[in-house]
Each structure stands twice: as C-alpha cells, then as structure tokens.
C-alpha cells in the first residue's frame, strides 16, 4: 500500500475549507461605488425564473406555416431585440428548429410592480409590418381596401432609422429615415400625390396609425409619422420599425408566470430542507462510523462547495449558470450519492476489519472494493444527466448535438429547467468521485499514519486494536 504522509489531511482539509469560503463568500472589494469582483460568491448566483419570478413562454407558427431555419433565426434574432428595447437584458431565448419553436424566458423586470407579462408577451409576438400606402380607404373592419390595399408605397424593409421626437406642437412623433431605395420610390409617390393634394396613409399591420395629406414633393428621404397618443406609444412604435417585421407570425403555444414571492419561497424552503438534512445525515455518519464519518462530511462540505463554484463561474470571466428550482433538487440529489458513496465505502472498510484487517489494510482493501460499485454508479448517471442536458437545453450546447436523435424527439420547449436539474446532477456527481473517492482516500491514508487514530472502533469496527 503507497504511504501518505500524516500532512497530507492537513492540506487536503485546509483546501476545502479555502475553496468553501471562496465559493460562499466570494473576495471582492468596494471603493465607493465601485465594487471590483475578484471571486464570485453565493450572491452571484442567477436565480432561474421559478425562482426570482418571470415569465416562461413558447411560440410557435400559426397554422399552416413552415418556417425553414434561416426564418427561425431571423424570429429568434428579432424577439431578442425585442427584449432588450423593453429594458429585459437577462433574459433566454433559443430555438428548437424540429418543431419550429421559439423558447423564452425572461425575469420579471426589476422594481416595476405594474409589469404586464401578457402585454409584453404579445409584444414579442406581433408582427409589426409596417406599410405605406396610396389613400386611405377602409372597409367595416377599419382594414385597407380599394386603392389603399393594391398601391404599397414604402414597406418596413424601407426604412433604415426610426427615432422618436417631439414636433413644433410639443406633441411625440416619429421620424423616418428610408435607404436609397425607399427614398427613391416615395419621392415618386409624393410627386404624384401633391398635385391632388392626396393622402399617404400608415398602416402598422392593418391597424391604420395615421394619413396625412401630401403637401410637397420630398426628395432627401425623411418621413415623419404623427398622431402618436403618447411617448410611450411612440417608442413602442419606433422599436418594432428598427426591430423589423417578424417573418411569419407567432402564435403562443404556451405561457407560465411565476410569482416572484411564490419562487423566492419555493427556494427557501428547498435551501432549509437541504441544510437539515444535511445535518442529519452528517449526525448518522459520525455516530456510525466516527473517523470515516468525520472525513465524508468534510469530503461532501467540499463536493457542495465545487457545485456552488461551478454554478456561480467563480472567476469573474467566467460566465455563471442560472440555476432553477429543479437546478436546486439537482444538488441535493448528488449530495444524496455523495453520502451514498461515504456509507459503502465506510461499510467495505467494517467489513474488512471483521474479517481480521488491520484498519490500514481494511482502508485501501475498502476502497479497491467500494469505489469501483461508486465508479460504475456514478457514470450511469453522467450519461442521464448528458441526455436530460442535450433534450431540454439550447439546441447549440455540445450535449444536444452529441445526443441530437433525443433531442428532436423531446425538443427543448418540453420542459427548458430540467438542463438546470442535468447541469447541477452532472457537476455534483463528478465532485462526488473527486471528493467521496479520492480526497476521502487520501484523508482517511493520512489519518491512520496517527497512532491514536489506529483503533478500529475508530472506524465503526469492534474494540479491538490493529
């Protein structure tokens, strides 16, 4: 059997205890305002949706339209921008090209208790084509009709600027700047309309915004829309022009809100029944297996504490995992193989002494024995946690294209938190091998070089000395 030598506890105990600190607390500084962040902590973790409270919604194609996949990434790309123009930064969408779905996720937006999810849902969704046209005629419905249906002079393609402004009345309009194209074709347009002194009506969808009469020729390009209710009405507008109109229109396929207070206690209560546990089965561990015990509950504080580094990124360049409530159930999970892992290997080495062992020679014999039941346990797992990862989450992770036959089958807009539940089960069940096997090795090697630590009672076993 190699020899350790009795520091080797010392260090491995002082590692995990440096990087527990580091991974709950963080090391960061504040000068004034500024606060530089040198290792995430706890608090830099991004709490999931059913968590911090937020809207979960899939859109889909209305009825008899199949998009191919440049269109979905052309949706994709625009419903970002759409997020964004509403002050929602942290956000997720993705697409799932099998089913012509697009995913979103967005938080509730921070400090604004009239936050509307539906309204900003159809948002989202609404095509905004954006037309002008010759007249305004309109039938029952209030759509375009006549003329003003058949002669499109400008399309939303022709606009390269929308800004919003304020007119001599102080009353908001929009500006228009048209590329060289639109620019060309509504000059030909107001050429012909001044001399009836006609009308250019705008039309968002079918929806008529405004009609002005042409009064002159314009030649540079620049198109004004009035009649905006308000500034927010107006930026509105302005935004789904620079967004641009979506390729064919979305549909919702489903929607879910999640209270802020209702996710914020779910975690709560999952984080309280995570540390009594946690207690209790640390309590059970000692009291059965004493030294062994001791060294597993310090080898699990370590496997929680690499979980919590690989969710919050650690470093600052390095992105942090959202993490959701079944992301949460993930952890505790592999904390119940973790302690799984301590009780066989704890279990091998009783076994070994009550057959003559000496605590030595039962330590190494139990590990050869134990650890390859946890190995083979432990992979088993990895590849579940690889599947649920490549089914239920972004179709551009490594693990959907690695199992992409899974993937079209499930999709992504089956359930999206369960990548959270697969990223955390994955993480804490390669700790558990780093820390339950290797770590729990070297401690247990280091501790019984101590003379005092060599009873077998010490270790579960019967009183009986080496």
């Known amino acids: 059997m190699r020899r350790v030598s009795k520091s080797v506890f010392f260090f491995v105990f002082a590692a995990i205890v440096t990087m527990s600190a580091a991974a709950f607390s963080g090391v960061n500084s504040q000068w004034g305002d500024i606060k530089k962040v040198y290792i995430k902590g706890a608090e830099d973790i991004r709490w999931g949706i059913d968590i911090k409270g937020g809207v979960d919604v899939t859109f889909k194609p209305e009825e008899g339209v199949q998009p191919n996949k440049e269109n979905m990434l052309i949706a994709e790309d625009i419903i970002k921008q759409r997020l964004l123009d509403q ?15 697009v995913i979103v996720r967005f938080p509730w937006k921070q400090d604004e208790a009239e936050f509307d999810p539906e309204e900003a849902i159809k948002e989202l969704a609404a095509t905004a084509k954006l037309t002008f046209r010759e007249g305004a005629e309109r039938d029952e419905q209030g759509k375009p009709k006549g003329v003003t249906l058949s002669n499109v002079v400008l399309t939303g393609a022709d606009v390269q600027q ?5 007119d001599n009345s102080n009353e908001p309009t929009i500006s228009l700047e048209l590329n060289k194209e639109g620019a060309k074709k509504f000059q030909e347009a107001t050429s012909k309309l001044v001399k009836t002194n006609g009308q250019i009506s705008i039309w968002m969808d079918d929806e008529l915004i405004s009609a002005p009469r042409v009064q002159a020729e314009i030649t540079d390009g620049k198109a004004m829309i009035n009649g905006m209710g308000n500034i927010n009405e107006a930026k509105k507008l302005a935004n789904k022009i620079n967004d641009g109109a979506l390729p064919f229109k979305l549909v919702t396929d489903n929607f879910s809100v999640i209270n802020p207070t ?4 779910a975690r ?14 640390s309590l059970f561990m000692i009291f059965n297996y004493r030294v062994s015990g001791i060294v597993y509950v310090i080898a699990l504080v370590g496997q929680i504490s ?7 990124g650690l470093l600052p360049f390095i992105p942090s995992f959202t993490l959701t409530l079944p992301g949460i159930a993930g952890i505790i999970l592999s904390i119940g193989m973790g302690v799984d892992a ?11 002494m009550a057959k003559g062992k000496t605590v ?22 990895l590849i579940v946690a690889a599947v649920l990862m490549g089914s239920f989450g972004p179709p ?25 539940f697969g990223y955390t089960l994955m993480v804490g069940v390669i700790a558990n091998v780093l820390f339950g096997v290797l770590a729990a090795k070297l401690m247990l090697k280091s501790l019984v070089r101590f003379k005092s630590l060599k009873k077998a009672s010490l270790y579960g076993g019967k009183r009986n000395e080496e």
């Open 268 to 281: 709560d209560a999952m984080l309280l029944a995570a540390v009594i546990a946690f207690a209790l089965v």
């Open 262 to 265: 209702l996710g914020i206690n």
């Open 306 to 312: 690499l979980t919590v580094a690989a969710i919050t």
């Open 342 to 352: 301590g009780v066989i290997i704890s279990e091998r080495i009783k076994e070994e």
């Open 360 to 381: 030595k020679g039962a330590i190494d014999v139990g590990f050869k024995r134990g650890a390859t039941a946890i190995l083979d346990g432990n992979t088993t797992v």
């Open 87 to 101: 002050n929602i930064a942290d956000s997720e969408v993705y697409t799932d090209y099998n089913k012509g779905r």
């Open 396 to 420: 551009s992770s490594l693990f959907a294209k690695l199992f992409k036959p899974v993937f079209a089958w499930f999709g992504p807009s089956t359930a999206g938190t369960i990548y959270s």
């Open 162 to 166: 929308a800004y919003v402004r304020y």
